[in-house]
């Protein structure tokens, strides 16, 4: 009885420095790859939205990407035709965002393939 309590003691002792050694190597590498990263590297994001008939939530959608604390990014809004003010609502944000595109075309699911 003694031996087994004492087994899994130890096994959760061993689980535990394995967990915390992965751990530490996982933040040194972090640690050196942001250290040692090209400053000047800053790829472009493309964030899709695809939409339909989302006039309540796509101002403050766009305005949630817009606000993301990485800077290089384009935000393309498709819209499906809406039946109400999507399509006006995203145009007139493409006003004050720059990098927004709005674009409407039919079928929602095929406008993310072309």
């Known amino acids: 009885m003694l ?7 130890l096994n959760i002792l061993i689980s535990l420095i394995i967990v915390l050694f992965g751990k ?8 050196y790859l942001h250290e040692n990263r090209d400053p000047e590297y800053n790829p472009l994001v493309t964030v899709i939205i695809p939409t339909y008939n ?4 796509i101002e403050n959608t766009i305005k949630t990407v817009e606000k993301s604390s990485y800077k290089n990014i384009e935000v393309i809004v498709v819209d499906d ?9 995203a145009k007139s944000l493409e006003k004050i965002y720059p990098n927004l595109i709005v674009i409407q075309k039919k079928g929602k699911k095929g406008n993310l393939n072309q």
């Open 54 to 57: 989302e006039e309540d939530v």
């Open 24 to 31: 530490y190597k996982n933040e040194k590498r972090t640690n």
């Open 81 to 89: 035709n809406s039946k109400d003010n999507t399509f006006k609502i």
């Open 3 to 9: 031996f087994t309590v004492s087994f899994y003691i």
